[in-house]
């Protein structure tokens, strides 16, 4: 079936350090979301991209998305302790419908 | 308090039973969900239902049952049959944008079967 692949799965970084997780897949996305999961927590809807080569920014967070549109990222600058958890990417690959293919997720720590 | 609620946050359950988890939305979304999580997974689609009365198998649907009679509500029954039901469970519903289906989630259930 349809995929969506996730890199890193992990990355330990010092707070003030800038971190990036990756979302690929092998067929055009109709469109991408990110969500954010707290340890012990539910995930929770971030931003939703659209446009071929769209890039959005919320504060020290930038979501692009590629020209292809078959992958996107999510850069943060300046990690704070608050930025702890596990941030999923979630593709649509058909407009018609309203299912999300997840990604993997990339688990982030921030150490102070 | 506009949102999704789940309960219980926590359940136990003998192998053998079947357990239905809770998903109560009042946020009137058309479509909800079911996912699984897995530690280090991410998340897996068990059904779906866009509308009342109608409902669609995700990629993981054997062993669970959904219903969907009140707009409201969907809840999920992992039968015996499921073989590795110990996760946690998480309800979705969503709304139409411009671009897609923003997804909202419940608190979810940790289900632990022994």
């Known amino acids: 079936g349809q995929q969506v692949m996730q890199i890193p799965q992990y990355q330990h970084v010092q707070e003030g350090e800038d971190f990036t997780t990756y979302c690929n897949s092998s067929?055009?996305?109709?469109?991408i979301q990110w969500y954010k999961q707290r340890p012990g927590g539910h995930p929770v809807f971030l931003i939703q991209?659209?446009?071929?080569?769209e890039v959005k920014k919320q504060k020290r967070l930038t979501f692009q998305f590629g020209e292809a549109k078959k992958n996107s990222s999510l850069h943060i600058t300046a990690t704070q302790t608050t930025d702890v958890g596990t941030y999923f990417c979630?593709?649509?690959?058909?407009?018609?419908?309203?299912?999300?293919?997840f990604g993997k997720g990339t688990m982030l720590l921030v150490s102070p | 308090d506009g949102g999704i609620t789940q309960s219980p946050k926590y359940l136990f359950r003998k192998e053998g039973q079947n357990v239905t988890l809770s998903c109560e939305q009042n946020?009137?979304?058309?479509?909800m969900y079911w996912y699984r999580q897995d530690p280090g997974q991410g998340l897996r689609l068990i059904y779906y239902?866009?509308?009342?009365?109608?409902?669609q198998k995700g990629d993981i649907a054997e062993g669970y049952s959904v219903s969907r009679e009140k707009k409201e509500s969907f809840p999920l029954t992992v039968t015996s049959a499921q073989k590795n039901p110990t996760a946690f469970y998480l309800c979705?519903?969503?709304?139409?944008?411009?671009?897609?289906?923003?997804?909202?989630f419940g608190p979810g259930t940790r289900l632990t079967v022994t």
């Open positions: 991209l659209v446009k071929s080569g």
């Open positions: 979705a519903s969503s709304r139409k944008t411009s671009g897609g289906y923003e997804q909202y």
């Open positions: 946020l009137n979304h058309d479509a």
């Open positions: 239902s866009q509308i009342v009365n109608d409902f």
């Open positions: 067929t055009t996305l109709s469109n």
């Open positions: 979630a593709g649509t690959f058909d407009s018609g419908y309203s299912t999300l293919t």
